[in-house]
């Protein structure tokens, strides 16, 4: 192994310490905590949220916003990660999740999968988009019809 294979090495290394940290302290409802692990002009995808408003969002302090106020919806919120695979861009990982929620307002379980893909620059999470399936979403939110298209 090379100081370059070495150096590659130890980068993925991280890289993946810092994926694992992030679901931690998402599961804690730590968002203050999983910021830290983000670069501040962070982007946030969620592109089939049923909530227009996380669908993009750029900035720390944006997602912070967002997000702040997201966790509340949830009596419990824990993410069970299932898979970590880097990609073939040393900075991009692809990462499989299981959601485990209860929301507060409905009382009802939110279990969902999903996949992220994360970006990384300088050793922090740049950007993160995660992909769902938001019928599950809705059911468990007690959502009786489908929400308005955005505009395009």
Known sequence: MTT???????DRARMRA????????????DLDSVLKLCTDDLRMRIPFDPF???REVVG??????????????????????TGIEPML???????TVKGDLFVRSTGRAYRNDYLTVFR??????????T????????????ATELPALADA
């Open 52 to 54: 227009v408003s996380v």
């Open 18 to 29: 810092v994926i694992e940290s992030f679901y931690e302290r998402t599961s804690a409802k």
């Open 89 to 95: 861009d040393p900075d991009v990982w692809l990462v």
């Open 60 to 81: 720390k302090e944006a997602v912070r916003a967002v997000g702040k106020p997201a966790l509340e919806w949830y009596d419990s919120y824990r993410q069970i990660v």
């Open 131 to 142: 992909y769902h399936d938001p019928i599950r979403q809705m059911v468990a939110f007690g």
């Open 4 to 10: 370059t294979d070495a150096t590659f090495a130890e």
């Open 120 to 129: 990384f620059r300088d050793g922090k999470i740049a950007e993160w988009t």
